[in-house]
T-cell receptor, first 120, second 112 residues
Framework: AQSVTQLDSQVPVFEEAPVELRCNYS??????LFWYVQYPNQGLQLLLK??????LVESINGFEAEFNKSQTSFHLRKPSVHISDTAEYFC??????????????????FGQGTILTVHP | DGGITQSPKYLFRKEGQNVTLSCEQN?????MYWYRQDPGQGLRLIYY???????QKGDIAEGYSVSREKKESFPLTVTSAQKNPTAFYLC???????????FGPGTRLTVL
């Protein structure tokens, strides 16, 4: 079964500093990868996704993530954070499974989350 | 506006009572999901459904039940058998299991 590990449960950082939230997954085959953001007492919102093509994907609010197949990682980065980026971030992966019917991609597996706190 | 709605936002129940959480989507998605979220434990899958009239248990299905009679609706019942039901419950939907999931705003259930 696939698994996702977010290496840091909490990341404190000062405003305008760079940040990296780390995510590793267990599958050795092609996967689909996602980052979600959750603000307090709200549902999750999709931040960005990797399905295929360029290994560097970007979101509209300055975050980017790079798919690294050899290291099975999909770390999330932002060069300069704002107070408003304070939230919990979840990495998720969908990996293929093969059965009698062929190969299909399974439902998403989520990491445990990383709480990003941006201090003034 | 397309999206997922969950109601109510806050729910209180007495111990020993069953309670049903509503989840409706107008995105025409085939797949729907229920998650439970507790502090520091991420999202845990309770049940999911890939098509109408079909659903599967997730990782923590004990004490919960669901139905999928309509494509747009996937209600979750928290039964009295659920030992520790106080939590934040999230509903989600997607086109297929491997596509990105769209989430509702959540229901916070508190057992008194």
């Amino acid at each position: 079964a696939q698994s996702v590990t977010q290496l840091d449960s909490q990341v404190p950082v000062f405003e305008e500093a760079p940040v990296e939230l780390r995510c590793n997954y267990s599958s050795s085959v092609s996967v689909y990868l996602f980052w979600y953001v959750q603000y307090p007492n709200q549902g999750l919102q999709l931040l960005l996704k990797y399905l295929s093509g360029s290994t560097l994907v970007e979101s509209i609010n300055g975050f980017e993530a790079e798919f690294n197949k050899s290291q099975t990682s999909f770390h999330l980065r932002k060069p300069s954070v704002h107070i408003s980026d304070t939230a919990e971030y979840f990495c998720a992966v969908s990996a293929p499974t093969t059965n009698a019917g062929g190969t299909s991609y399974g439902k998403l597996t989520f990491g445990q989350g990383t709480i990003l706190t941006v201090h003034p | 506006d397309g999206g997922i709605t969950q109601s109510p936002k806050y729910l209180f129940r007495k111990e020993g009572q069953n309670v049903t959480l509503s989840c409706e989507q107008n995105l025409n998605h085939d797949a729907m999901y229920w998650y439970r979220q507790d502090p520091g434990q991420g999202l845990r899958l309770i049940y999911y459904s890939q098509i109408v009239n079909d659903f599967q248990k997730g990782d923590i299905a004990e004490g919960y039940s669901v139905s999928r009679e309509k494509k747009e609706s996937f209600p979750l019942t928290v039964t009295s058998a659920q030992k520790n039901p106080t939590a934040f419950y999230l509903c989600a939907s997607s086109w297929t299991p491997y596509n990105e999931q769209f989430f509702g705003p959540g229901t916070r259930l508190t057992v008194l």
